[in-house]
């Protein structure tokens, strides 16, 4: 099953081109992210567009309208925190689309629960292309080793778990563990390189150094 949570605003490109990428079928589910107060009635067409689009796939598609007061930006966030929470299945997250206060609180939402997220997207004003993005793990808690650790690969990027073993006096086991727990925690990325294994810092981890 997949939830495919979206800012909504009056395009429907957007979505549609979100179905394209990962597909849907029957007991999947659509939220669409709206204010509370509608401006015009662009924003219901596209509702409407996106609705007719989802009954002629399969029924049992459900869309739903998640309303969100983009006044109260602390309210916005912690509701938009709670919408995640209690999403089921693959969660697709689109940030893109709808008022800029939401798409605001929605990414900040978004960031608060990386573990809750399959795929992250946004739609490119520019060149009118879904893409792909991901968004760094800020929330994770580091132990001194793993700090230790991340400001090596930080220094000697890219290196493996050999070479770091050598500079920080620990034993090769001990690094192997901890990159595991960090690469769970997404704050780096283990890449195979022949034999052994290349290791590189991400955005996540340089933040959070």
């Known amino acids: 099953m997949k939830t495919y949570l979206s ?37 219901e067409l596209t509702t409407r567009a996106i609705q007719d689009l989802s009954h002629q796939i399969d029924s049992s598609i459900n869309l739903e309208i998640y309303r969100v007061n983009h006044q109260d930006f602390e309210g916005m ?41 399959h795929k992250t997207t946004n739609f490119s004003d520019i060149d009118r292309c879904l893409n792909e993005i991901h968004l760094p793990n800020i929330v994770a808690s580091l132990e001194e080793k793993q700090i230790k650790i991340l400001k090596d690969i930080s220094e000697f990027s890219p290196t493996n778990i050999t070479n770091i073993a050598e500079r920080l006096s620990l034993s090769e086991s001990t690094i192997s563990r901890q990159v595991a727990r960090l690469a769970d925690n997404k704050t780096l990325e283990v890449l195979p390189k022949g034999k052994t294994k290349e290791l590189r810092i991400t955005l996540a981890g340089k933040l959070l150094l």
């Open 7 to 43: 800012l909504s605003g009056f395009d429907s490109s957007q979505i549609v081109s979100l179905i394209v990428k990962y597909g849907i079928e029957g007991g999947d589910k659509i939220v669409l992210i709206r204010p509370e107060v509608e401006p015009d009635t662009r924003g």
């Open 77 to 117: 966030v912690l509701s938009l925190k709670d919408l995640l929470e209690k999403a089921e299945g693959q969660v697709i997250a689109n940030l893109s689309g709808g008022p800029r206060e939401i798409f605001l609180a929605f990414t900040i939402a978004c960031i608060s629960k990386p573990d809750k997220i």
